[in-house]
Structures are given as structure tokens and as C-alpha cells.
């Protein structure tokens, strides 16, 4: 079983900067794929960035150049740093943990970000 914890959400005006974390428990940390995900209210949740064990990223066209997504193995911790927010960002945020070699997934409760104008 692994538990997943994400923290560092909040409120900011637009243009802040927050940055996410991913905390995932076990061993299995280092060959996991780690993907953010975004759900606003009314939506469907979209993935927002994602990190390979090996280190490959992959990004929305709407946080590309603005969201940073990477990984401390040592700490079993993704960061998701956040910048030039814009209200649009507004979301629950959502951390996925994939074990490819299992084919299994686990996600966080999820952490509450919200954008003013």
C-alpha cells in the first residue's frame, strides 16, 4: 500500500507562485510515474504535469513555461512550483502515483489551490 499526501496549496493573487508537494510512501517510489492533476469545480479533472522514475517530463499547453514538475527520490517527493498563477489555475490539485512494473495507481486526497484576480 502506498499513501500519498500532497501539501503546499493555498490562496494567491494572480501572478504568485505556490509550490506543490508529493509526498509518497514505500519503495516503490523511485520507479514510479508521479502525475499532478487539476479538477475546478463543474470540470473534469485534466493532468497538469507529469514526471517520469526517469526523469521525462510532460506538461499542459496551458502551464507549459509556468509550472515546474520534479522529483527529490531521496525524499520520495514530487514538487509541482508554480508561477505566473492565474485565476484559471483555480483547482483541486491531485497527486498520482503509477507503478508501471505493478500497473497500479494511487492518489492523494488532494490540496486546494485558488487564484484571485
Given at each position: 500500500?502506498v499513501?500519498?499526501?500532497e501539501?503546499g496549496g493555498g490562496?494567491?493573487?494572480a501572478g504568485?507562485?505556490l509550490?506543490?508537494?508529493?509526498f509518497?510512501s514505500?519503495?516503490?517510489f523511485s520507479?514510479?510515474t508521479?502525475g499532478w492533476?487539476r479538477q475546478?469545480p463543474?470540470?473534469?479533472?485534466d493532468l497538469v504535469?507529469k514526471?517520469?522514475?526517469?526523469?521525462?517530463?510532460?506538461?499542459a499547453?496551458?502551464?507549459?513555461g509556468?509550472?515546474t514538475?520534479?522529483r527529490?527520490?531521496a525524499?520520495?517527493?514530487?514538487?509541482?512550483q508554480?508561477?505566473?498563477l492565474?485565476p484559471?489555475?483555480?483547482?483541486?490539485?491531485?497527486?498520482?502515483v503509477?507503478?508501471?512494473?505493478k500497473?497500479?495507481?494511487y492518489?492523494?486526497?488532494?490540496?486546494?489551490v485558488?487564484?484571485?484576480s
Amino acid at each position: 500500500q502506498v499513501h500519498v499526501v500532497e501539501s503546499g496549496g493555498g490562496s494567491v493573487q494572480a501572478g504568485g507562485s505556490l509550490r506543490l508537494s508529493c509526498f509518497a510512501s514505500g519503495s516503490t517510489f523511485s520507479i514510479s510515474t508521479i502525475g499532478w492533476y487539476r479538477q475546478a469545480p463543474g470540470k473534469p479533472r485534466d493532468l497538469v504535469a507529469k514526471i517520469s522514475s526517469g526523469g521525462k517530463t510532460n506538461y499542459a499547453d496551458s502551464v507549459k513555461g509556468r509550472f515546474t514538475i520534479s522529483r527529490d527520490n531521496a525524499k520520495n517527493t514530487v514538487y509541482l512550483q508554480m508561477n505566473s498563477l492565474k485565476p484559471e489555475d483555480t483547482a483541486v490539485y491531485q497527486c498520482n502515483v503509477y507503478i508501471p512494473a505493478k500497473s497500479y495507481e494511487y492518489w492523494g486526497q488532494g490540496t486546494q489551490v485558488t487564484v484571485s484576480s
